[in-house]
């Protein structure tokens, strides 16, 4: 038999090759489709509450995405170059002014500098530290009176040919808010007067001016012709040392390494020793801080990071032929009991720097082992009783 819908041969009531039952024809509409394409089969059909996904247009979906891109890369750019421009502009200028300006550095106001070369004005009365709210508001009504204070420099001193200019920060052991910012004359180096150092200061308000940061900032505050300048540092403003020992140890050497301890101090909130570091190898020397440990008493301290500190630590090493002064410090310990402090570098790991410390009496946890000198000698009759 010969189906009517597919043209196969076959024997039987239904076609094997399209399903046709026996003696039924195609659908008129369908037998065109079917000779020329092929078989057709049924489209899927989505349910009503489903949507068919149609992915978007190129064409219309990445037209907007290049105009923002290129949108963004105009602005990107006008921005760089007009940073750039001012930058040059401001470096120009302060050049054309004679002045310096380094990385972290400040310049002060032309109207600053003809002030300060008439010379410090007669000192009044000297400032207390309650008044420095009122003097950061009110600087000219204070002009002539007299400041002393320990201060913090803020930025790299700017220096001239009439002296350095530094911005500062009032601090205080105390803890007491009272914070003053200003601006200082020196008529002396800048060299010492870098960001971060602790000084103490001495000299006469001049008045409210203007200086410029590093990052083109422009800021005022009272301004002080500094007459009296002494450097100091964290250990001696927040932790000043109430016993200091200069233990008479050799230097351990180790290998070219050769580690010097030359002063142990003890404040109440901390103890610091203070090493020299020579490193004559001919490597780079790397200290293990979190390593570093001191003994007193049965107990073990370690090395703590102190953020405000102006300590040396070197992080970075010391380079072979170099010289390095290193300031540590631990948790607050005894100058009466000894102590060993064990210093780990990374080229002897298993050899560390140890260094004894005696103290002015031992610990009272320690057995006191009875001396020679003192025990008595047994007599005869103590013989003859045994």
């Not at 394409?37 to 190129?58: A, C, K, N, R």
């Not at 002030?115 to 009365?125: K, S, T, Y």
Request: charged share 15%; glycine share 6%.
């Amino acid at each position: 038999m010969k189906c009517r819908y597919c043209s196969a041969e076959y024997q039987g009531d239904i076609c094997p090759d399209c399903g046709t039952p026996a003696g039924m024809n195609r659908p008129p509409h369908q037998q065109h489709d079917f000779l020329q394409e092929g078989p057709v089969f049924p489209t899927p059909q989505h349910p009503p509450s489903q949507d068919p996904f149609v992915p978007p247009s190129p064409a219309i979906s990445s037209a907007p995405s290049r105009r923002v891109s290129l949108t963004t890369a105009v602005i990107a750019v006008a921005v760089i170059a007009f940073l750039i421009l001012g930058s040059y502009l401001y470096l120009q200028q302060n050049t054309e002014e004679n002045t310096s300006i380094s990385t972290y550095s400040i310049v002060v106001s032309p109207t600053l500098q003809e002030v300060v070369r008439q010379g410090p004005p007669q000192a009044g009365n000297t400032i207390l530290a309650d008044q420095y709210s009122e003097l950061s508001y009110q600087a000219d009504t204070f002009q002539g009176s007299q400041i002393s204070c320990w201060v913090q420099v803020l930025y790299n001193a700017q220096q001239t040919e009439d002296g350095a200019y530094f911005a500062f920060r009032t601090i205080s052991s105390k803890n007491s808010g009272q914070e003053l910012y200003g601006v200082a004359f020196w008529p002396g180096s800048a060299s010492e007067l870098y960001d971060g150092r602790y000084l103490s200061i001495t000299g006469t308000i001049l008045g409210e001016y203007t200086y410029t940061d590093s990052f083109g900032y422009e800021d005022s505050g009272p301004a002080v012709y500094v007459t009296d300048l002494a450097i100091s540092s964290y250990a001696e403003i927040f932790a000043p040392a109430i016993a200091t020992i200069f233990p008479d140890l050799a230097p351990v050497t180790h290998n070219g390494c050769t580690i010097d301890l030359t002063r142990v101090e003890f404040a109440e909130t901390e103890t610091r020793f203070y090493l020299y570091i020579k490193n004559d190898t001919a490597d780079h020397l790397k200290l293990y801080l979190d390593q570093t440990t001191a003994y007193q008493d049965n107990r073990r301290y370690y090395w703590q990071e102190n953020y405000e500190a102006d300590y040396t630590l070197l992080f970075d090493g010391v380079e072979a032929g170099e010289s390095q002064e290193l300031i540590l410090a631990f948790p607050p310990m005894s100058d009466r009991w000894k102590i060993q402090l064990f210093v780990e570098v990374n080229s002897y790991p298993s050899q560390p720097f140890v260094f004894y410390i005696p103290g002015t009496e031992l610990s009272v946890s320690t057995p006191v082992p009875a001396m020679p000198s003192q025990t008595p000698l047994p007599s005869s009759e103590d013989d003859a009783s045994k």
